[in-house]
């Protein structure tokens, strides 16, 4: 499957999330504290790059950056909108379609491993010997 996507239009697509996600009223807040702005879309092209083209660039850990933020189910849907909205203005359908396939899966991943890491949502362990 042709998605069109490579490292150029990854980038375009962080730069225009960011630039409406900064000035979000009900996200913008979250980002605050960034203070090199072109290190942090660096590393986040970096973690798209890994996600969508299996570059392997990214060497971070997502849920320990997201862990200490003040995130709630809302946020995690303003954030999948906001990402929807730039992929589908850069991208082909194609494209857009599979990033925002791994950006459902991440979102969901985060969200419950914020929500376990802070005791609100309990782990359990499976195994067929139960």
């Not at 000035?23 to 996600?51: C, K, M, N, P, Y």
């Not at 083209?53 to 995130?71: C, D, I, K, V």
């Not at 906001?82 to 991943?109: H, N, P, V, W």
């Amino acid at each position: 499957m042709a998605t069109g996507l490579d490292e150029v239009v990854l980038e375009r697509v962080v730069r225009s999330f960011y630039a409406t996600a900064r000035r979000d009223e009900v996200i913008g807040h979250l980002f605050e504290g960034i203070q090199d702005w072109d290190e942090h879309i660096a590393r986040i092209t970096s973690f798209w790059s890994s996600v969508a083209l299996l570059s392997g660039r990214y060497h971070g850990q997502p849920l320990a950056a997201h862990s200490p933020l003040p995130l709630a189910p809302p946020h995690f849907a303003r954030w999948l909108a906001l990402f929807e909205q730039a992929a589908r203005e850069i991208c082909t359908q194609k494209g857009a379609d599979y990033l925002m396939e791994r950006a459902q899966r991440i979102a969901r991943s985060l969200e419950m491993g914020v929500a376990v890491s802070r005791g609100e949502l309990p782990l359990r362990k499976v195994s067929g010997h139960e």
